[in-house]
């Protein structure tokens, strides 16, 4: 017992040291634009399981989840106020019935983890809220995601948004539908004729595109200043096609259960590089 104490005391030492130079970083890199929104596709979970030759069909999972939680921290400690994460697109309920169940048995570990960090999740004030058609979601998933939200729902300090049964192809016709039911019956009875069509000349049932962004899924946060993949692919798989018009797209060669501190850093560097040129794009939209 003796023996281990001063191995105990150097790891505590070089832990602070560590946390101090991180923190003297951040308070370097804030003295630059610092992004509000970062959004992160978790690639790679497959493929880190086959590289290090890893038995269980969860273990890349398993392995993503302690990255989340270190790419929160280190977002959430420079001063990012928005992190999305993509885990589980709408697409994938068409795989077979066995892999979908799978899929909800690995997502309901993972938010009861979620559950299990409050002490994190509170010490950086998130508030976690899921996004996409959560009905879609089995039972105990979606009783498991609710009890999440509504655990952190005073948390106004930063969020973290979890898109689950989502993809902009699902998002985007139903905001848009959902615009028009609301410009169909904000309309007065005389903007329309006997047959209940609206009037050709009426300006007041245009839809415009705060009225699309209204009821869009990600209307509960600003667009994502960077869109990050990793695993270096640089597809966007039907994720945030609306949101991400003018956002810098970052692909570390990093694979999701291997991303950390240099990732993240480097991630903000090259949107401080590019910061001014995308605030014009913004305008120029």
Known sequence: MEEERPSGVISKWLG?????MRRLLFTFMSSGPIPQHIAFIMD???RFAKKWKLDDQSAGCKAGFPSLLSVLKYCYEVGVKYVTVYAFSLDNFNRRPDEVQYVMDIMYEKIQGVLKEMDM???YGIRVLFIGDLNRLDEPVRLAAEKAMEATAKNTKT???????YTSSHEIPRAIYEAC????LALPSSAKNDDGIVNDDDDDDVIKVVDLEKHMYMG???DPDILVRSSGETRLSNFLLWQSTNSLLYSPKALWPEMGFLQVVWGILKYQNKCYYLEKKKKQA
Do not use: D, H
């Open 16 to 20: 602070g040291l560590i946390s101090t």
């Open 181 to 184: 039911q609301e410009k169909s």
């Open 44 to 46: 790679g979970n497959r």
């Open 121 to 123: 999740v509170n010490r």
């Open 220 to 222: 509960v946060a600003p």
């Open 159 to 165: 969020y973290l948004l979890v898109c689950v049964a």
